[in-house]
Antibody
Framework: QITLKESGPTLVRPTQTLTLTCTLS??????????VGWIRQPPGKALEWLAL???????RYRPSLRNRLTIGQDTSKNQVVLNMTNMDPVDSGTYSC??????????WGLGTTVTVS | SYVLTQPPSVSVAPGQTATITCGGN??????VHWYQQRPGQAPVLVLS???DRPSRIPVRFSGSNPGNTATLKIVRVELGDEADYYC???????????FGGGTKLTVL
C-alpha cells in the first residue's frame, strides 16, 4: 500500500522560504516511472499543481511559479522536498504531495496546512 | 496556457444521473483523469485515461472524452457522492499538469 505524508511548518512569515517534505511508504523513489507531485489548494478554491519530480530527477514546474519553486529528492530517505521562496499571504492553503505515474496522480497525502502571516 | 473549464456546480437528486463536463481545446487528444474530493478530505482518483476505474471505485462512475469536452458520469447517484470533482490532463506542449477549476456536486 502506497502512502504519502507531508510535513513542514504551519506558519510562515511573508518573504520567508517554505520548505515542505513528502515522505513515501510502499514505493521507492528510485523505481523507474515513479514521480511525486506537489499540489496546493487555497481555502475554498481549486487544486493548483506546483511541481513534479521523476525517479530520474527530471523536474517540471508550474510556469507562473517556476522562479520561486525548487523540488528535490532524497532517495536514501525516500523523501521529496519542495522549497517555495518569497512567501505571501496569498500562498496560504493546503499543500499536498501525490504519487504520480503515467500522467496520473494515483495516491495523495492528506495534506498540510500552511498559513502565511 | 492550456485551460480546462468545468461548471462550478451540478445538482442532482439521489438515484438520478450526474454529468460533469470538462472542456478544453482538442481535449479528445489528451488523457483525462478525474478526482473526487469530499469535504475535508484528500482527493481520490476515480477515473484515469478517460474511462479506467481503480478497483475500489464503483462501476457507477464512467467517463468519455470525444472532441472538446470530456465527461464524468455518475449513475444512481448516492448521498456519499457529494463532493468536488476535478479533471486533470498533462499538457505536453508545455510539459506541465493542468487541473480544471472543479465542480461541486450537490445531491439534493
Amino acid at each position: 500500500q502506497i502512502t504519502l505524508k507531508e510535513s513542514g511548518p504551519t506558519l510562515v512569515r511573508p518573504t520567508q522560504t517554505l520548505t515542505l517534505t513528502c515522505t513515501l511508504s510502499g514505493i521507492s523513489l528510485s523505481t523507474s516511472g515513479v514521480g511525486v507531485g506537489w499540489i496546493r489548494q487555497p481555502p475554498g478554491k481549486a487544486l493548483e499543481w506546483l511541481a513534479l519530480i521523476y525517479w530520474d530527477e527530471t523536474t517540471r514546474y508550474r510556469p507562473s511559479l517556476r522562479n520561486r519553486l525548487t523540488i528535490g529528492q532524497d532517495t536514501s530517505k525516500n523523501q521529496v522536498v519542495l522549497n517555495m521562496t518569497n512567501m505571501d499571504p496569498v500562498d496560504s492553503g493546503t499543500y499536498s504531495c501525490a504519487h504520480y505515474n503515467g500522467d496520473v496522480f494515483h495516491v495523495w497525502g492528506l495534506g498540510t496546512t500552511v498559513t502565511v502571516s | 496556457s492550456y485551460v480546462l473549464t468545468q461548471p462550478p456546480s451540478v445538482s442532482v437528486a439521489p438515484g438520478q444521473t450526474a454529468t460533469i463536463t470538462c472542456g478544453g481545446n482538442n481535449i479528445g487528444d489528451k488523457r483525462v483523469h478525474w478526482y473526487q474530493q469530499r469535504p475535508g478530505q484528500a482527493p481520490v482518483l476515480v477515473l484515469s485515461g478517460d474511462n479506467d476505474r481503480p478497483s475500489r471505485i464503483p462501476v457507477r462512475f464512467s467517463g468519455s472524452n470525444p472532441g472538446n469536452t470530456a465527461t464524468l458520469k455518475i449513475v444512481r447517484v448516492e448521498l456519499g457522492d457529494e463532493a468536488d470533482y476535478y479533471c486533470q490532463v498533462w499538457e505536453s506542449s508545455g510539459d506541465h499538469v493542468v487541473f480544471g477549476g472543479g465542480t461541486k456536486l450537490t445531491v439534493l
